[in-house]
C-alpha cells in the first residue's frame, strides 16, 4: 500500500505541474488511481455522471447509511393539527381576513355576548333526524347569528388546532383577498348584530349588543349670552380618540371632551337670544357599558396626498383605566380593566397585517391570537401592543418606559376596557345540545382524518424502507470491474487544467502588473474592458466546465458514450460560454469601432491570458476596424446632418406652420383671401415632431392627403364640420405656405375651400365650396361607423378631472394609475414594427395615382389617421382612465376611486353640463366617448368636531364593504 500511496502523492503533484508533453505512461496510471478508483469505492468527492463505475452518480453514500423515516414522505404529522389540551383554537387566514379573525376572537372572549348568541333560535332544527343530524347533508347557517353560533360552539370545542371561518366570511360577501379598514369593519358588523338581534323575543338576547357596549353621551352647547344649554343626546359603540400629539390614553380622552369655543363665523345661533352668539360646546358623558371600546384614530385622511395614512406614534395605556373624573354623574362604578389590544403591524395604512392580545376572562391569562397561532403570553412575553413592524420605518421613535401595569404602543388601534369585578368572571357557557352535535360531528370527520393521514404516513414509510434494503441489497452485487487504461488526451487535458487552476492567482497577480505598463501602439494586443474586468472568474468558470468535461470523458472511455446529439449540444453550450474578449466584436464579427470599450495590453500580458482562453477572438492592435461598421457609422453621421438640414431648411420655410401662430380659421374667415388650404393634422404634428428631433425621426415626404379622401376621390368632411368636430382633424394653411408645402413635399392631392359672393346685390350672401367636393355617400358611411365606434369601443381613453371649490386642482393621488406622462403628446413617438411603413403616408415619390381600396379597408384607414390626430391634451390634475363603453358608471366610479381615493358615493360626476347619476347606466349611453373629460367634484368628508384637530384629519370609509352584507341591513 505504501508504494501506491507514494505514486498517487507523486501523481498528484507531477498533475499540477507536468507540461503535456512530458505525459508518460507511469503518469498515465497513477492518474488512473487517482481519478477512477475512487468512484469504484463509491468515495469520490464529484458526480462522475459518464462513469458506469461511479457509485456517486446514484447516491450510494445515501442508500448506504442510515435513512431518516421522515424522508420517505411528505405528508405533515396530523397531530400537529390537532388542538393542545388547555388552548384556544385559531383561525384560517383566507387571504386578507386577520382583520375579521382578531374581531371574531374578542367577541368569543366576551362571555356574555357568547351566551347570548347560544339562546338564539337555529333553523338546525331542521337538520336533526332523531336524536342526531342527517348525514346525507352538512348543516348550513342560514343567517348572520347562526354563523357565530355555530363559530363559537367550534372556537370553544373542537379538537382541531384551527377552525375555517370561510362560511362566516362568504354569508357577509367580503373580498378574501382585499385588506380593509377594521375599525369599519366592527362598526358595520356591530350594526348588523344589532339590527339582527332586535327582532329576537327574548329580551337577554334582543338587548346583549346594547348591555355590553352602548353607552350615552350628550352634546352640550352653552349661549355665552344668556347662559341656555341646548343638548343633543347620542348613543354610541365606541369612543373615537385623536392620538396626534398625545402620549398617553388620558391625554386622549380629554382632548375628546375638551371644551370647545364658537365665534366669529362659528358662532352658535342661540333660539332665546334670537341671534348668533358666541357660545362653548363640549361632550358631557352620561352612561359608559360593560364593554368600553376606545378606538385609537391610527389611520387618518390626509388632504394634502389625498391618501389615508397611519400614525406610528405611541401610546401609554394602563391595565385600569378610572372614567369617574370624566363622567357627568359621579355615581356608581366606573373602573375598568383592559381586557384587549388590537394591534396593526405595519406602517402604511393600505397593507400589513392585523392580531390581538386578549386576555381570558376566566383565568386572566392574556393570549395572542395571530390567526391559526395562538400564543400564551407570560412573563417577558407580556407586552401589551408591542409587536414588530412588517415593514421598517424611516423615523423609528425609541420606545418610552412604562412602568409595572402600565404598556406604551405604536400599533395599537383599538383598547377594549371591560368594567372592573371583584371577582374573576364566574359565567360558565354551555354550548347548546344541537350545535353540541354539530361540533361532535366535526370532530368526528377530524379523526377520521388524522387516522388516514397517519395511515398514509406508515405506508409511505413501510414502502421507503423496503426499496431501502432492496437497493442496499443490489449495491452488495454490483459488479466494478478494474479500469486497465486511461485516454492519454484525456489525461493531458486534465493535467492542463489542474496546472492552471493551481497557477491562476499567481498568474492573477502577474497580469495585473502588466496592465500598469504603457504599450506601444504597435506591439499590443485589444481587449474588452468588461472581459479585463472579470476576466479571473472566468477562467475559473471555464476550468470548472473543461474539468467536468474531462470527468465525462474519462468515463465515456470505459463503456459509456454520449450519443452525437448530446455532443452537438455540449459543444455548442461550450461556444456560448467562452465569452473572454467577445465584447469587443461587432455583429459582423470584426473589431468594433468603439475605442473607448476596448483596451491595449502587452504581448506578455495577452500571452497569460491566451493560456487560459485559448479560444478567445484575437485582435493584434495594428487590426483595422470592420470597414463595414465605419462605412454605417460614416452613413449615419451623414444622415443626421442631412435630416438636421432639412429641418432647419423646413423650420425656416414654415414658421407660422412650426408655432401655430396666426393660424387661419373657418369660422371666422380671414379677408385676406379667398382660398384657403387643407392638409391633415396628423400631416403637422409628425412633421413637427421631426423638425423638433431631426436625429430620431425620419423626414416626413409626403402631406398624405389622401387620409382625407374616400376611395372615390370625395371630401370627407363638410364646411360646417371643419368649423366644429373635424377641426381637430385639418389644419388650414395659407396660399403663400401652400406654395412652400408644394417645393418641400410630395404633394397626392391639393385640397382646398374657396370662398365666393353669390350675388352682386347682396354682398352678405356668401357661398363655400371644396375642391374635390364632398362625397355624400362615403361622408354618411364614415358618420355611422363613428357612431357605432362611439357605442362599441373598447380599452378607449377617457379624462377624470377633479375640481374644488377653490378652483385648483387636487395634485396627483395615484401617478401609477395614470396612463399618460408628463411628456407631451407632440413629442411623444409612435413606435412601429421595423420595417413597416407608415400608413399615413406614401414614401414614394409616385404621382396622383392612388391604390384602390375597398370601403372597409378605408374606413379602417380612416380610423388609423383620424383617432391618433384627436388626442386630448391632457392638464395637471387630470388623470387618463382606461375604460369601455359597455362598462356601467358604477364601474367607472371604482375606477376613479382608486386614482383620486374618493368614495364612490362622494362623487359627483358631470361631462358637458350632464349629470351622470344613473350608476346602473353604460358608458356608451350616457354619451361618455374617447377622449371626452368628465368633471369630478368631492363631497369632502365632514368631521365630527369633537375628533377633529388642527389638521383636520378624518377617517375615510372603506371602500371594500360597499356592496357587502354589511351594509345590507
Not at 196 to 220: H, M, W
Not at 373 to 380: L, R, V
Not at 497 to 519: C, F, G
Request: charged share 30%; glycine share 6%.
Amino acid at each position: 500500500m505504501a508504494p501506491r500511496l507514494q505514486l498517487e502523492k507523486a501523481a498528484w503533484r507531477w498533475a499540477e505541474t507536468v507540461r503535456p508533453e512530458e505525459v508518460s505512461q507511469e503518469h498515465i496510471e497513477a492518474a488512473y488511481r487517482i481519478w477512477l478508483e475512487p468512484c469504484i469505492r463509491g468515495v469520490c468527492r464529484r458526480n462522475c455522471k459518464g462513469n458506469p463505475n461511479c457509485l456517486v452518480g446514484i447516491g450510494e453514500h445515501v442508500w448506504l447509511g442510515e435513512i431518516d423515516e421522515n424522508s420517505f414522505h411528505n405528508i405533515d404529522d396530523p397531530n400537529s393539527e390537532r388542538r393542545k389540551k388547555n388552548s384556544f383554537v385559531g383561525l384560517t387566514n383566507l387571504g386578507a381576513t386577520c382583520y375579521v379573525n382578531t374581531f371574531l376572537q374578542v367577541w368569543f372572549l366576551n362571555l356574555e355576548l357568547r351566551q347570548a348568541l347560544y339562546l338564539c333560535p337555529s333553523t338546525c332544527g331542521d337538520h336533526m333526524m332523531g336524536d342526531g343530524i342527517q348525514e346525507e347533508k352538512d348543516y348550513e347557517p342560514q343567517t348572520i347569528c347562526e354563523h357565530l353560533q355555530y363559530l363559537f360552539a367550534l372556537l370553544q370545542n373542537s379538537n382541531r388546532r384551527y377552525i375555517d371561518p370561510s362560511g362566516f366570511v362568504k354569508a357577509l360577501g367580503l373580498d378574501t383577498g382585499q385588506q380593509q379598514d377594521a375599525q369599519e369593519f366592527s362598526k358595520l358588523f356591530m350594526s348588523l348584530l344589532e339590527d339582527t338581534l332586535s327582532k329576537q323575543k327574548n329580551p337577554d338576547v334582543r338587548n346583549i349588543v346594547q348591555q355590553q357596549f352602548c353607552g350615552e353621551y350628550a352634546y352640550v352647547t352653552v349661549c355665552n349670552q344668556c347662559g341656555r344649554e341646548s343638548k343633543l343626546l347620542s348613543k354610541f359603540y365606541e369612543l373615537e380618540l385623536n392620538i396626534q400629539g398625545h402620549k398617553q390614553l388620558t391625554d386622549c380622552i380629554t382632548e375628546f371632551l375638551k371644551e370647545e369655543k364658537l365665534e366669529g363665523d362659528n358662532r352658535y345661533f342661540c333660539e332665546n337670544c334670537q341671534s348668533k352668539q358666541n357660545a362653548t360646546r363640549k361632550i358631557r358623558l352620561l352612561s359608559l357599558p360593560c364593554t368600553l371600546n376606545l378606538q385609537l384614530m391610527r389611520f387618518v385622511f390626509d388632504r394634502q396626498t389625498g391618501h389615508k395614512k397611519k400614525l406610528n406614534t405611541y401610546i401609554g395605556f394602563s391595565e385600569l383605566l378610572d372614567m369617574e373624573p370624566y363622567m357627568e354623574h359621579k355615581e356608581g362604578i366606573y373602573v375598568y380593566e383592559l381586557s384587549a389590544v388590537l394591534i396593526h403591524r405595519g406602517v402604511s395604512a393600505y397593507s400589513g397585517h392585523y392580531i390581538a392580545h386578549v386576555k381570558d376572562p376566566q383565568t386572566g391569562e392574556w393570549y395572542k391570537f395571530n390567526d391559526e397561532d395562538i400564543e400564551k403570553m407570560e412573563g417577558k412575553k407580556l407586552q401589551l401592543g408591542i409587536e414588530e413592524d412588517l415593514e421598517p420605518s424611516k423615523s423609528q421613535t425609541r420606545k418610552p418606559k412604562c412602568g409595572k401595569g402600565t404598556h406604551c404602543s405604536r400599533n395599537a388601534y383599538m383598547l377594549v376596557y371591560r368594567l372592573q369585578t371583584q371577582e374573576k368572571s364566574s359565567l360558565t357557557v354551555q354550548v347548546p345540545a344541537f350545535l353540541q352535535e354539530l361540533v361532535d360531528r366535526d370532530n368526528s370527520k377530524f379523526e377520521e382524518w388524522c387516522v388516514e393521514m397517519a395511515e398514509m404516513r406508515k405506508q409511505s414509510v413501510d414502502k421507503g424502507k423496503a426499496k431501502h434494503e432492496e437497493v442496499k441489497e443490489l449495491y452488495q452485487r454490483l459488479p466494478a470491474g478494474a479500469v486497465k487504461a486511461l485516454c492519454k488526451d484525456c489525461v493531458v487535458e486534465r493535467c492542463r487544467v489542474l496546472r492552471l487552476k493551481n497557477q491562476l492567482n499567481e498568474d492573477y497577480k502577474i497580469v495585473t502588473n502588466l496592465l500598469k505598463a504603457n504599450v506601444k501602439g504597435t506591439e499590443g494586443f485589444w481587449v474588452g474592458k468588461s472581459s479585463l474586468r472579470s476576466w479571473r472568474q472566468l477562467a475559473m468558470e471555464q476550468l470548472d466546465e473543461q474539468d467536468i468535461d474531462t470527468d465525462q470523458s474519462n468515463g465515456k472511455m470505459n463503456g459509456d458514450t454520449l450519443n452525437k446529439d448530446d455532443a452537438k449540444d455540449d459543444k455548442k453550450d461550450e461556444e456560448e460560454e467562452l465569452s473572454f474578449n467577445e465584447d469587443i466584436l461587432c455583429p459582423h464579427g470584426n473589431l468594433c469601432i468603439t475605442e473607448n470599450e476596448r483596451r491595449l495590453v502587452s504581448k506578455e500580458a495577452w500571452g497569460k491570458l491566451q493560456q487560459y482562453f485559448p479560444k478567445a477572438p484575437e485582435f493584434a492592435s495594428y487590426k483595422e476596424c470592420c470597414s463595414q461598421c465605419k462605412i454605417l457609422e460614416r452613413e449615419g453621421e451623414e444622415n443626421e446632418a442631412l435630416h438636421k438640414m432639412i429641418a432647419n431648411e423646413q423650420k425656416t420655410s414654415l414658421p407660422n406652420l412650426f408655432q401655430d401662430k396666426n393660424r387661419p380659421c373657418l369660422s371666422n374667415w380671414p379677408q385676406e383671401t379667398d382660398v384657403l388650404y387643407i392638409v391633415s393634422q396628423f400631416f403637422v404634428e409628425e412633421w413637427r415632431k421631426f423638425v423638433r428631433r431631426p436625429t430620431r425621426c425620419s423626414p416626413v415626404s409626403s402631406v398624405g392627403n389622401s387620409a382625407l379622401l374616400c376611395p372615390h376621390g370625395g371630401l370627407m368632411f363638410t364646411f360646417a364640420s371643419m368649423t366644429k368636430e373635424d377641426s381637430k382633424l385639418i389644419a388650414l394653411i395659407w396660399p403663400n405656405e401652400w406654395e412652400m408645402i408644394q417645393k418641400l413635399f410630395v404633394v397626392d392631392h391639393v385640397i382646398k375651400i374657396i370662398k365666393t359672393e353669390t350675388d352682386d346685390a347682396n354682398p352678405s350672401q356668401i357661398l363655400y365650396t371644396s375642391e374635390p367636393s364632398l362625397c355624400p355617400e362615403c361622408r354618411e358611411g364614415l358618420l355611422c361607423q363613428q357612431q357605432r365606434d362611439l357605442r362599441e369601443y373598447t380599452q378607449a381613453t377617457i379624462y377624470v378631472h377633479k375640481v374644488v371649490d377653490n378652483k385648483k386642482v387636487m395634485k396627483d393621488a395615484a401617478p401609477e394609475l395614470n396612463v399618460s406622462s408628463s411628456e407631451t403628446e407632440e413629442d411623444r413617438e409612435e413606435t412601429r414594427p421595423e420595417g413597416e411603413k407608415d400608413p399615413d403616408f406614401n414614401q414614394t415619390n409616385g404621382g396622383t395615382k392612388r391604390q384602390k381600396i375597398s370601403h372597409q379597408n378605408y374606413i379602417v384607414y380612416q380610423k388609423q389617421v383620424i383617432r391618433r390626430s384627436m388626442r386630448h391634451r391632457k392638464v395637471r390634475g387630470e388623470k387618463a382612465l382606461l375604460v369601455s363603453a359597455n362598462q356601467t358608471l358604477k364601474e367607472l366610479k371604482i375606477q376613479i376611486m382608486h386614482a383620486f381615493s374618493v368614495a364612490p358615493f362622494d362623487q359627483n360626476l358631470s361631462i358637458d353640463g350632464k349629470v351622470l347619476n344613473d350608476d346602473t347606466a353604460t358608458l356608451g349611453t350616457l354619451g361618455v366617448i374617447p377622449e371626452s373629460v368628465i368633471l369630478l367634484k368631492a363631497d369632502e368628508p365632514i368631521a365630527d368636531y369633537a375628533a377633529m384637530d388642527d389638521v383636520m384629519q378624518v377617517c375615510m370609509p372603506e371602500e371594500g364593504f360597499k356592496g357587502t352584507g354589511l351594509l345590507g341591513h
